[in-house]
């Protein structure tokens, strides 16, 4: 029988991540999807962290009775050492247990960072739009993608993230 899983975003990026990690995990899936409403650019660690949380909340409430709900969220921070950051926390719940992980720090132009926080741009993807001539780039390869030309793929560090998240609800013995 398959396992449902909702995913709380229609970010085809996000899709994609969660339905790799969880393909790796697990034979037979069934994915559903929902989009929460949530903060457009969270800003800081704690924001990111309970945004991404807040989905699967939101999630959990809207479609009830599914084996496990997964939030994905992107933000902007400033390091211990106040250097910008972008940061993304990826967030799996099933009926009685909550993991969030926090995936890899991202280098983030002071001007980038400043220019968010002041909101000349509602979204990070919306300023790498501008600035590369992009339409809608968050659907696709990412700041990520964009900063790395390509070489790093946004879908491959949510994968990882949602994985992580993951390991706790894999190895049942060890937690």
Avoid at 108 to 130: C, F, I
Wanted: hydrophobic fraction near 40%; glycine fraction near 8%.
């Amino acid at each position: 029988m398959a396992i449902l899983v909702i995913i709380t975003s229609k970010n085809p990026v996000k899709i994609e991540a969660t339905e790799r990690a969880f393909l790796h995990f697990f034979k037979a899936v069934e994915f559903k999807y929902c989009d929460p409403n949530i903060l457009s650019q969270p800003i800081g660690e704690n924001e990111t962290y309970i945004t991404s949380r807040n989905r699967v909340k939101q999630a959990q409430q809207l479609l009830p009775g599914a084996d496990f709900y997964v939030g994905i969220e992107g933000g902007i921070s400033l390091n211990f050492f106040d250097v910008p950051r972008i940061i993304v926390y990826c967030t799996v719940a099933n009926h009685s247990r909550v993991e969030t992980v926090r995936g890899c720090e991202i280098p983030l132009a002071e001007n980038w960072y400043t220019s968010l926080l002041r909101g000349n741009h509602k979204e990070l993807g919306d300023l790498v739009d501008e600035v590369g001539g992009f339409i809608n780039i968050k659907q696709k390869e990412g700041a990520i993608g964009y900063l790395t030309g390509n070489y790093v793929k946004r879908v491959d560090i949510l994968t990882h993230g949602v994985a992580a998240a993951l390991i706790p609800y894999v190895n049942p013995d060890i937690f």
